[in-house]
């Protein structure tokens, strides 16, 4: 299709395992969020990618959690040794701006730490 | 402190009625932008209107409207003839600065059911 996809919709862990979580972002677009949606929470952001610019990491919660964006397309979440506080629904966004708006979401990868 | 606020977990209102969601931001930034964005019960996040801290006029995108009040650093939603598809989560969320790595701070949302 032509919006954002993101794999896996679900993946159950255990505890202390490493997960990767992929995000196609809309062909075109330089602009690359990650966030994440607790249960009845708002977004909280993680990474941003903008073209070849250094990403901004500040919102990665701990050296656990880490990003890249391959060739300014598909970019890949990493959570290692994962905590059951990881659990949550990571969300990835594409924008074909730099100003925020008109963000396009995926559907999330809902990630459930046992 | 929070830099997004909204204070209304859950809204009811009934079909073809006007609903105003409420939020409040924090920034000492002159140069920011405030969104609106709509999650339905699918899960995806849907733009839906902004306001950036110089426009001089209230931004309007079709049935929603942005009740843009600086001094007060509110930012509420309005949505005009409420319809059943509305029902959904609503988060406002504010982008504070210039430059290229700028993210987005988002509030926790409002909880909107529209009733027939």
């Known amino acids: 299709g032509a919006g954002v996809s993101q794999s896996p919709s679900n993946k159950v862990t255990e505890k202390g395992k490493d997960v990767e979580l992929r995000c196609d972002p809309i062909?075109?677009?330089?602009?690359l969020y990650w966030y994440r949606q607790s249960l009845g929470q708002g977004l909280e952001f993680l990474i941003y990618?903008?073209?070849?610019?250094?990403?901004?990491k500040s919102g990665l919660p701990s050296d656990r959690f880490s990003a890249e964006r391959t060739g300014g397309s598909v970019s890949t979440l990493t959570i290692q040794r994962t905590q059951q506080e990881d659990s949550a629904v990571y969300l990835c966004?594409?924008?074909?701006?730099?100003?925020?708006?008109?963000?396009?979401f995926g559907e999330g990868s809902r990630l459930t730490v046992l | 402190a929070q830099k997004i606020t909204q204070t209304q977990p859950g809204m009811f209102v009934q079909e073809k009625e006007a609903v105003t969601l409420d939020c409040t931001y924090d920034?000492?930034?002159?140069?920011?932008?405030l969104f609106w964005y709509k999650q339905p019960s699918s899960g995806e996040m849907i733009f839906l209107i902004y306001?950036?801290?110089?426009?001089?006029q209230n931004a309007t995108e079709g049935r929603y409207s942005l009740n843009f009040q600086k001094a007060r650093k509110s930012a509420n939603l309005v949505i005009s003839a409420s319809q059943l598809g509305d029902s959904a989560m609503y988060f406002c969320?504010?982008?504070?600065?210039?430059?290229?790595?700028?993210?987005?701070?988002f509030g926790s949302g409002t909880q909107l059911t529209v009733l027939p």
């Open positions: 062909s075109g677009h330089t602009a």
């Open positions: 966004a594409s924008s074909p701006r730099r100003d925020g708006r008109e963000l396009f």
């Open positions: 306001q950036g801290s110089y426009d001089q």
């Open positions: 990618f903008q073209g070849n610019s250094a990403p901004d």
């Open positions: 920034t000492s930034d002159p140069s920011y932008g």
């Open positions: 969320a504010m982008r504070e600065g210039q430059g290229s790595a700028r993210q987005l701070t």
